[in-house]
């Protein structure tokens, strides 16, 4: 009996971490073998909704006293945020709401696949914002040539690597080399129903500079989240 209860032990911790690894892997392994993707439309989810709600309704001051790592992030945005900015998965204008306040921001066009978001930040009418439905896989505009800057944040998580790579093939016509990329992700693997992956911090770097470009800082002091910047380099992809 007490080998059998020393086997038991022994084979749990031997397949305790690859199991783990397996669970936060899931969806893209069914996606890689089966090709199925979850439903990533987290504004049905009411809890969530109603948080973001809460926090358009904060002021800067407000913002930095209830929700300072968040206020890091933002912050860290607002100061490299300039002329004309694309903003890739606004959701209800969180973000939106601030960089569009920058003297150095001529206009965000702020883009989002789902219409219930979308709907709720065109009904806050904020000057200097263009609203949008729209695929980010499937980005194309008539009237724009070029963005100066380009923020996503807390979105890769969310998308698979085809739809990333769509996303960038699709930003190699509104970008060069002096377009700044804000790119934020939370650090290693967050449980949330609506995140496809994780990066870990030299995961998100090295990530950045296939990806994206050579990123000139990344900041982790909000504890949760990792955020970086640097110049597009998409010529090398």
């Known amino acids: 009996m007490p080998r059998i209860k020393y086997l038991v032990k022994k084979h749990k911790k031997l397949f305790k971490f690859p ?8 969806n893209i392994i069914v996606w890689k073998i089966f090709r199925k993707k ?23 001051e407000e913002t930095k006293s209830n929700l300072y790592p968040y206020y890091l992030r933002l912050n860290f945005v607002v100061e490299r945020a ?5 903003e890739i ?4 204008g969180n973000l939106t709401k601030w960089i569009c306040k920058s003297e150095k921001v001529k206009r965000v066009v702020a883009i989002d ?3 219930e978001p979308l709907e709720v930040l065109k009904s806050y009418k904020i000057p200097k914002v263009i609203p949008i439905q729209m695929r980010l896989e499937n980005i194309k505009f008539k009237n724009i040539k070029k963005f100066d800057t380009v923020v996503i944040c807390e979105v890769i998580e969310h998308i698979y690597p085809d739809e990333e790579k769509k996303m960038l093939n699709a930003l190699r016509n509104y970008v060069d080399s002096e377009t700044i990329f804000i790119v934020s992700t939370p650090i290693g693997w967050m449980v949330d129903q609506f995140h496809v992956r994780g990066f870990t911090k030299k995961q998100f770097k090295n990530h950045l500079k296939k990806h994206y470009g ?10 949760y989240s990792q955020i970086a910047y640097g110049y597009f380099n998409l010529n090398k992809n």
């Open 89 to 92: 998965g606004c959701g209800i």
């Open 19 to 26: 199991l783990l690894i397996l669970n936060r892997h899931r």
């Open 82 to 86: 300039k002329g004309e900015v694309l």
């Open 38 to 60: 979850i439903d990533r439309n987290q504004w049905i989810a009411t809890k969530r909704r109603n948080t973001y709600n809460k926090m358009m309704s904060y002021s800067w």
């Open 214 to 223: 050579e990123p000139l800082e990344i900041d982790y002091s909000s504890g």
């Open 113 to 115: 696949a789902f219409r």
